[in-house]
Structure formats: structure tokens, C-alpha cells
């Protein structure tokens, strides 16, 4: 969300906004803070919950900024206070969803959240047409919605030179080997457990091939004994949590990116888009997508394979077939980077929220 919002005050100036957000590190928040045209108003607390003091605290900021429109970054608890903030004085309400309203839409007391979400909302946004689908009923025929991903900053994630690969691989100690990253959280539905699972196949056909694991989470031990089950410690690494710039640095180097996540509990866990898949083929690394809500709607056939995140049959094939065939790698990461820049750039998806803000 604050990549959306630094894009829109540069776009349409930092006087245009006023963010109200919640407090993760109260000395780091005070820098951004400082350094920041944009005028924040800080929520004393990590997370912020439609209470009547959040609510009577935004009414307050709504009053005294003349505020006309209010944009809700997490639809899902925070549009709950979309008819206090019309109350205050705000004209037009617009609401983002991210994916895990899906799990909301099945649940009766959290699906009549959503329906009053939508009642008061002029726009609810989306990240995929599976989330879309699967909410929309539950938010009801009121709001308009509106397609808006995830961007990509194509110039940030961009392709690596044969140098820069050799760079970040010698730094990770990786070398030549054949190299698959998997970036994201470490939780059950993202299938990095599936990955280890595979890997003694894979590495059957390609004796030095490395997996990197990036990214922290509590599935963590599991994974960790997983591998260590599966007698693939010595190529299977846990970088856990790196930098912006290490992290893409390491993704640009991989030969294929990896993460076939798969939906859990009965659907209320499912993945909503999966920027991870994005970056990578920003970076012209080609994907192996799980099949899960709105992940297979990230790739072509052209940049990626989507397979079942339940099947090691699908995976091992997958990875297989992609470490076997540079050329093809060659072919679908140029691919891919060019879907990216042309569906997920950050100037068409800024136009777009800027028009839906009413700021044209």
C-alpha cells in the first residue's frame, strides 16, 4: 500500500493525501515520517482494528483535513467503518481487497461484515477475477469493482547480466549449479514443503542442483526437519528474511522460481495473486505457479507452467523440465518480463486507482 500511495503523490502531488496507518516500529516510523511529503497521522498500535477509538481518531482526521474521499487499504476489517467516515464528511468510499476476503465470503458473521463492507463502499477492489468471483456475491451488487494487482517496479526487478548472476550466486555460494528460488513467507499453503518433498527426484537428474529457500515464517521448523528427513540438508538452504535488493538480487540469479502453492481449508486458505511470480518473471526468470485462487492468473503459458500444488508428480515434471532446457528458460523469461511491464507496470495501475480516488 505505500508503494500505491508514493506513486500517487507523485503523480498527482504529496498535498493530495493524507495517510492514517498504523505503528510497526514507532524509531523507524519516525524517520519515514520525517523524510515523507506526504502528511501521516500514526495509530499508536502495530495493528489497527475498526474500534470506535480508530474510528472516532479517522472521523477526527476526515473533519479536520476536509477529506473527501477515503480509501480503506485493507477492506477487511477497516471498510467496517465506512459509514463513519461518510458520517464525518467523506463523499466516496473506496475499499481494497487482497485475498483472504475469500475465506470471510464462507464464514455466515464474517460474510455479513463483507455484505455491509459493500453496502457502504462506492468501489471494492480486487487482485485477481478468482478473488473476485469467489467475494463478489458476498459483498453484494452496490460498489463498483475494479482490477487492482499488485505492481511491479519493472526497474528495480529487472533481468540480471551473466556478470551480475555470477556475482550473486559466488556471494551465496552457489557457483553454476542449477538453482531453484523459492521467495516468500514460510507458511503451509506456499508449498515450499512440496518443493523438499521432490527435490531427492530432482536431484536424481541433476546431482549439484540447490533450492533456496528465502523468507521466514512459523512453518520454518517444519521445513527444516522436512529436509533434513528427506537427507537434502546440503541442498536445500534457509536464507530466511533478506534484504529488498539481496533478495531480487539472488531471485535474478536462479535458472527457475518455484513456489507451487495450493489451497488449504476447505478454501478458506487459498493464495489471492502471489506478487512473488510477478517479480520473478520481472527479473526474466521463468515460473512454476501453483494452482491456487488467483496464482495461475500471474503467468502465461509463454512464462510460466501452473501446476498442482498437491502433485509431486506435477512439480518434479515442472522443475525438470525447465532445468533441462535453457533455451526454453531463455524464451519464457523474456516473456515474461514483457507481460509484467505490459499488465502489472506501476504508471497503468497508479492511472487506474488514481481515476477510481476521484483525483483525475
Not at 467516515?85 to 455479513?112: C, Y
Not at 489451497?263 to 527479473?283: F, H, K, M, N
Not at 512439480?315 to 523474456?334: H, K, Q, S, Y
Request: hydrophobic residues 40%; aromatic residues 6%; positive net charge.
Amino acid at each position: 500500500m505505500r508503494d500505491f500511495t508514493d506513486a500517487v503523490a507523485a503523480t498527482c502531488g504529496a498535498e493530495s493525501i493524507v495517510v492514517f496507518a498504523s505503528t510497526q516500529d514507532h524509531e523507524q516510523a519516525s524517520l519515514y515520517d520525517a523524510s515523507s511529503a506526504i502528511p501521516i497521522f500514526r495509530w499508536p498500535k502495530q495493528v489497527m482494528l475498526p474500534t470506535p477509538r480508530t474510528a472516532e481518531r479517522m472521523s477526527q482526521i476526515i473533519r479536520e483535513q476536509g477529506i473527501d474521499t477515503v480509501w480503506f487499504g485493507a477492506a477487511a476489517p477497516l471498510g467496517l467503518m465506512a459509514g463513519v467516515a461518510r458520517k464525518a464528511g467523506a463523499k466516496r468510499i473506496v475499499a481494497s481487497t487482497h485475498g483472504h476476503e475469500v475465506g470471510w465470503s464462507m464464514l455466515p458473521g464474517p460474510r455479513q461484515a463483507l455484505r455491509r463492507i459493500g453496502n457502504s463502499s462506492d468501489v471494492v477492489t480486487y487482485v485477481s477475477d478468482y478473488t473476485r468471483r469467489r467475494f463478489s456475491r458476498a459483498f453484494g451488487k452496490h460498489p463498483e469493482y475494479v482490477a487492482l494487482p499488485s505492481g511491479v517496479d519493472t526497474d528495480f526487478f529487472r533481468p540480471a547480466s551473466e556478470s551480475q548472476r555470477r556475482s550473486a550466486r559466488q556471494r551465496y555460494g552457489y557457483g553454476a549449479d542449477p538453482l531453484v528460488v523459492v521467495p516468500s513467507r514460510l507458511v503451509a499453503r506456499k508449498g515450499q514443503d512440496m518443493l523438499i518433498r521432490v527435490w531427492p527426484s530432482i536431484r536424481q537428474v541433476f546431482p549439484d542442483a540447490k533450492l533456496a529457500i528465502i523468507g521466514q515464517g512459523p512453518y520454518e521448523d517444519t521445513l527444516r526437519k522436512l529436509a533434513d528427513r528427506n537427507a537434502v540438508t546440503d541442498s536445500v538452504r534457509f536464507h530466511g528474511r533478506l534484504e529488498r535488493e539481496d533478495m531480487r538480487d539472488l531471485l535474478a540469479a536462479a535458472d527457475v522460481m518455484a513456489m507451487p502453492a495450493r489451497t488449504r481449508g476447505w478454501g478458506l486458505d487459498v493464495e489471492g495473486l502471489g506478487i512473488v511470480y510477478l517479480e520473478a518473471q520481472a527479473c526474466g526468470i521463468p515460473v512454476v505457479a501453483g494452482d491456487s485462487g488467483g496464482a495461475p492468473e500471474t503467468v502465461t503459458p509463454e512464462s510460466g507452467i501452473v501446476v498442482d500444488g498437491h502433485s509431486e508428480k506435477e512439480i518434479t515434471t515442472a522443475v525438470l523440465t525447465l532445468l533441462a532446457d535453457p533455451e526454453r528458460r531463455r524464451r519464457m523469461g523474456r516473456a515474461g518480463r514483457e507481460h509484467v511491464s505490459q499488465a502489472f507496470s506501476w504508471e497503468m495501475l497508479t492511472s487506474r486507482l488514481v481515476r477510481v480516488l476521484g483525483l483525475e
